[in-house]
């Protein structure tokens, strides 16, 4: 079935680049989302990437897509205190009715 | 108007009552959806609404019960819970279930006694 894979942890100091990464087996995927979640709120949709495109830019984040190895990433330029929280990385396939396969999110914390 | 609202934003309920979760839209979005998170974890899909028809039900027990009276709202209504049902119930909208943007509300927070 459908997968979606990230690692569970990242710590990155205030100022540094941070880049989550996700990797996912459907080739089937339409749209690839990055959110974000702070504690205690809900999901902020941060980012979406078509699967016919390799890179986004908005702002201080870059979203990569290499198709070819299901290999998406989120890069953020020069992280601050308030981008501390967990990121996930969601998939939604071709014909699923609207349905988003999450990864287990990553959560980054950053160091002043 | 670009948010998705929620009541309440807590709950606390025992086994044995009934209480009802809400969600409204006013974005005219035709798909809604009710995700349960637990903490740490990622949203699991409940249910999808279409136009206002259950579209897909991630075969939830029974004592959950999801209702869409109009295009904006989209109710949960509860009954007979567990201790294990404690979690974030997330409700979320998009134009349609091909739309590109899924966007989320902030949740009700359910403690299950």
């Known amino acids: 079935g459908e997968d979606v894979e990230q690692s569970l942890f990242l710590s990155v100091r205030e100022g540094d680049s941070s880049v989550i990464n996700c990797t996912y087996t459907d080739s089937s995927s339409t749209y690839l989302y990055w959110y974000k979640q702070e504690p205690g709120a809900g999901l902020q949709l941060l980012t979406y990437i078509f699967s016919n495109m390799d890179m986004k830019q908005d702002q201080r984040l870059t979203v990569l897509l290499n198709k070819k190895d299901k290999h998406l990433s989120l890069r953020i330029a020069d992280t601050q205190t308030g981008d501390s929280a967990i990121y996930f990385c969601?998939?939604?396939?071709?014909?699923?009715?609207?349905?988003?396969?999450f990864g287990q999110g990553t959560e980054l914390s950053v160091k002043p | 108007d670009t948010e998705v609202t929620q009541t309440p934003k807590h709950l606390v309920m025992g086994m044995t009552n009934k209480k009802s979760l809400k969600c409204e839209q006013h974005?005219?979005?035709?798909?809604m959806y009710w995700y349960k998170q637990k903490a740490k974890k990622p949203p699991e899909l409940m249910f999808v609404y279409s136009y206002e028809k259950l579209s897909i039900n991630e075969s939830v027990p029974s004592r959950f019960s999801p209702e869409c009276p109009n295009s904006s709202l989209l109710n949960l209504h509860l009954h007979a819970l567990q201790p294990e049902d404690s979690a974030l119930y997330l409700c979320?909208?998009?134009?349609?279930?091909?739309?590109?943007?899924?966007?989320f509300g902030p949740g009700t927070r359910l403690t299950v006694l």
């Open positions: 979320a909208s998009s134009l349609g279930l091909a739309g590109n943007e899924q966007f």
């Open positions: 969601a998939e939604k396939e071709h014909n699923q009715g609207g349905k988003l396969i």
């Open positions: 974005m005219g979005h035709r798909a």
